[in-house]
């Protein structure tokens, strides 16, 4: 057996000794970091509602609380309302939880919990979900420039205290910039198994399939200042495709339209319906035409039908209101940011 070599030795637990050093240093630092890291992420949570309370927003929750170490930064609040300057948009939840990698705080998950509420202009909307989640993309910069957003859950339901309700299955919604236009934006929505809640003899019993992709201006950058003190306006609106395929009846449409600082839209949509000769009903039973138009308005679609049994209708937006072909179907939806 060859002597121990008693220098090596020395020097392989000295190299030991100071590799140990080394990573317990690094570790430390990045401890450190971390705490840094947290306790500025609190600072600036605490600054963004201040500055938003200052704009006249009302946030407020029971707690809100940091943790995530050492890989994770992440947030959990719990029993939050959040309400518009003007009050008519308030959004109330039980809990919301956001997650961000400590080496990439500029991209966060958000996990929303079963049941949220949102009153809009005085009416009570329920979302029911299972699973939704949506990732967030800022830019690292100061103003943290929005980049993309995707969102999705494995069903859907929404109930109004108005009395209508839409129940679906896996939604998928996805945004984000489209470059180079200034604030210029595309986004893309799927929904399967969409059920509107329609007590009409003339609807579909199969639930529908919705598919939709669009691009739109807004009149300011979407940053972290974009809702003070308002939410952005949408200036232009292009459809680029909308397809609805329910029960045999499938909508397809596209077109453009401009947006007055009221929300007014002005422009015209082309809708293509096939399969519309049985769900035609639809429109005086929803109220939209005089039941004693649905005769005249079946026969004028019959002549205007293409080949295939398509029917194509310009859905026209004009001086605050709209029609489909030459049935007037009354004000215009006013287009904006919820």
Known sequence: MPPIDAGATDYEGAAMKL???????????????????????????????????????????????????????????????????????????????????????????????????????????????????????????????????????????????????????????????????????????????????????SAPTAPAQVTADATFTLDRPLDRLALLPARPGITALTLDTLTVDWGGLVLSANGDLSVDPAGIPTGTITVVATGWRDRIGLLAEAGLVPAGMLQTLTSMAGMLTGAGGALTLPLTFANGNMALGPVPLGPAPRIALP
């Open 19 to 201: 590799l140990l050093i080394i990573v317990l240093s690094v570790a430390a630092i990045y401890a450190g970091v971390w705490v840094v890291a947290s306790r500025g992420l609190n600072h600036g949570l605490q600054a963004g509602i201040a500055a938003a309370e200052a704009q006249g927003w009302q946030i407020d929750s029971g707690s809100l609380t940091t943790g995530g170490f050492p890989s994770r930064f992440d947030v959990h609040a719990t029993d939050l309302t959040v309400t518009a300057p003007d009050g008519n948009l308030i959004w109330q939840a039980p809990w919301l939880e956001t997650a961000a990698l400590s080496y990439r705080p500029n991209k966060v998950i958000a996990v929303f919990p079963p049941q949220q509420t949102l009153r809009v202009d005085g009416q009570t909307l329920t979302l029911a979900s299972d699973g939704l989640r949506a990732s967030l993309a800022v830019a690292a910069t100061r103003l943290l420039d929005f980049s993309t957003m995707t969102a999705e859950a494995q069903s859907l339901s929404l109930a109004s205290d108005l009395g209508w309700s839409v129940t679906g299955g896996a939604a998928v919604l996805g945004l984000r910039a489209h470059g180079p236009a200034a604030n210029t934006f595309e986004a893309y929505l799927k929904m399967a198994d969409v059920q509107p809640s329609l007590a009409l003899p």
